[in-house]
């Protein structure tokens, strides 16, 4: 069975209200919920959304509940902090000048608990410090609770285990403490963080680069004889400058890297792969939007390799971020409006386009499912996939220009269009196709993000055809031509010497007589008289 974009699933966003095909959105966060609403991903193939429906996701995440809107230019970290519980007896109990310890242990913990609940990676980027001042040295109480930003290099990593009280208490079971030589100063850092890239294991937690916006606690013990600045954040940033095949880190995603993206957010898109997108996985979709965007050309084309359709839907975990040139059949494009004031302001992305295509499979089958052989999913000559890309190609600009001034929301085609560009995920939504098979299997499809299709350039067409043809067709009028010419000879021959012999058997004169009387013999009845 054929499977193609028209199949045009319903699709249910984690909204839970349903999106039809005209309306469908990749989703869009909005502010004081956890809920992309309107907008990320949508379009979703509208044929092909990225949702599953709201009360059928495979294996749901537990959703944080955000509690604060952005922050404003009048409140600081701090007071929000302070709302949710964290007051001045707790900043109170961070002692400069000594390491972490049990007076610390509470405060530090509600931090950690509340950063995610509170505070977006934008939220703390906004208000982030640049420099950390010289004065903070002198007295740091009143720079507890600010924000600054930070980066260097990782030089050991700590895992606490927190008892199992605090762990159902605090809804986590450990923490990090991650040494950082920072860039542009001589003091280190401590940086407590729930989480860190999964690649660093052992020995190969030290000397990443990374980046992080830290809400800064206290000054901690001395380390050749320097204070260390200790800090609170969500997470960090990964920026590797080399490849390691250790780390799973390749030169694609060092490209990414050397344009700003953190890397370690590849990983929130292995717990997501077959699964409708996510709440976690709208960071890491933004960035690597934004990354194409900025990244040239030339430098993604030296990077990209045809695509292994096999791989990426089969081993898609060790896929995520790595670069693709792929060959595919365009066939609906939808304007995706991002409506998030974050995202407009970090990346300057206000809209994207969303193109549901399907790839050639030539020869090849492919299955999908558990069931036996004959109940399994089977697609031939083409499998769908979704590009969300910045820009339209200039050949495409009438579609761009109806797209933009609303005449429509979404326009069918049927290009051939040439994507070099970054694989996301492989996310599921609802399709007639799959549900055929059952009624909540999903559709599983790959997803790319790139700056532009291309369009292969028109195929210049041959002049020996057309010289062909033209000679054919001139041919047969001139025989038609010839037909008739020799068909009218012969009427006119015929008429002519009925007439002559008319006027000879009764001539009107004498001068009549001498000018139908020729001094030359008439052979002209021959042709129509048979011999003999």
């Known amino acids: 069975m054929n499977q193609h974009p028209d199949n045009a699933p319903q699709i249910t966003p984690p909204g839970g209200f349903p999106v039809d095909r005209q309306s469908a959105r990749l989703p869009v966060a909005r502010r004081g919920a956890a809920v992309w609403i309107g907008g990320l991903l949508g379009a979703a193939l509208v044929g092909m959304g990225p949702w599953q429906a709201a009360g059928q996701p495979t294996n749901p995440v537990a959703e944080e509940p955000r509690i604060s809107p952005l922050l404003g230019e009048r409140i600081s970290p701090r007071a929000l902090l302070t709302e949710a519980g964290i007051d001045d007896s707790h900043w109170k109990r961070f002692l400069d000048g000594q390491a972490l310890g049990p007076d610390d242990e509470e405060g530090l913990l509600k931090i950690l608990f509340r950063l995610p609940r509170l505070f977006s990676p934008y939220d703390l980027q906004r208000v982030a410090q640049p420099a950390i001042p010289a004065d903070l040295f002198d007295d740091p109480a009143p720079f507890r609770g600010q924000v600054f930003a930070l980066r260097g290099k990782t030089v050991a990593v700590e895992q606490v285990d927190l008892p199992a009280r605090l762990a159902e208490l605090f809804e986590f079971s450990h923490f990090f403490r991650v040494h950082l030589e920072l860039s542009g100063q001589p003091n280190r850092a401590i940086l407590c963080t729930r989480t860190i890239p999964r690649a660093w294991q052992g020995e190969l937690r030290a000397g990443h680069p990374v980046k992080v916006w830290g809400l800064f606690l206290k000054l901690g013990a001395a380390h050749d004889q320097r204070a260390q600045l200790i800090f609170a954040a969500s997470r960090l940033a990964w920026l590797p400058e080399r490849a390691n095949p250790k780390l799973g880190i390749t030169e694609d995603h060092l490209l990414l890297a050397r344009h700003g993206m953190d890397v370690a957010l590849l990983d929130t898109l292995a717990d997501t792969n077959r699964r409708r997108i996510q709440d976690s996985d709208r960071e890491c979709f933004y960035q690597m939007l934004a990354t194409a965007s900025r990244v040239s050309s030339e430098e993604v084309a030296r990077l990209a390799a045809p695509l292994n359709l096999a791989r990426v839907l089969t081993q898609p975990e060790t896929q995520h971020g790595s670069v693709h040139l792929v060959h595919a059949q365009a066939r609906r494009i939808t304007r995706v409006v991002v409506a998030d004031e974050d995202i407009v302001a970090r990346f300057g992305i206000d809209h994207y386009y969303q193109i549901d295509a399907s790839l050639p499979l030539g020869r090849t089958t492919v299955t999908a499912g558990k069931r036996p052989d004959a109940e399994r999913l089977q697609y031939t000559n083409s499998y769908p996939a979704t590009f ?64 532009q299709p291309r369009l292969p350039p028109p195929t210049p067409r041959s002049i020996v055809p057309g010289m062909v043809g033209g000679a054919l067709a001139t041919l047969a009028i001139g025989l038609i031509w010839l037909v008739l010419w020799r068909v009218s000879r012969r009427a006119s021959g015929r008429q002519r010497r009925s007439r002559d012999r008319s006027e000879l058997r009764n001539p009107s004169g004498l001068e009549q007589l001498s000018q139908t009387v020729s001094s030359q013999p008439d052979f002209g009845n021959l042709e129509d008289s048979p011999e003999g």
């Open 388 to 451: 969300c890309v910045r820009r339209l190609p200039a050949r495409l600009a009438a579609i761009d220009r109806r797209l933009r001034s609303g005449v429509s929301t979404t326009e069918n085609l049927n290009e051939s269009i040439i994507v070099t560009g970054w694989f996301f995920k492989l996310w599921a939504y609802r399709s007639r196709f799959t549900e055929k098979y059952g009624e909540n299997i999903p559709q599983v499809s790959p997803m790319f993000l790139a700056a």
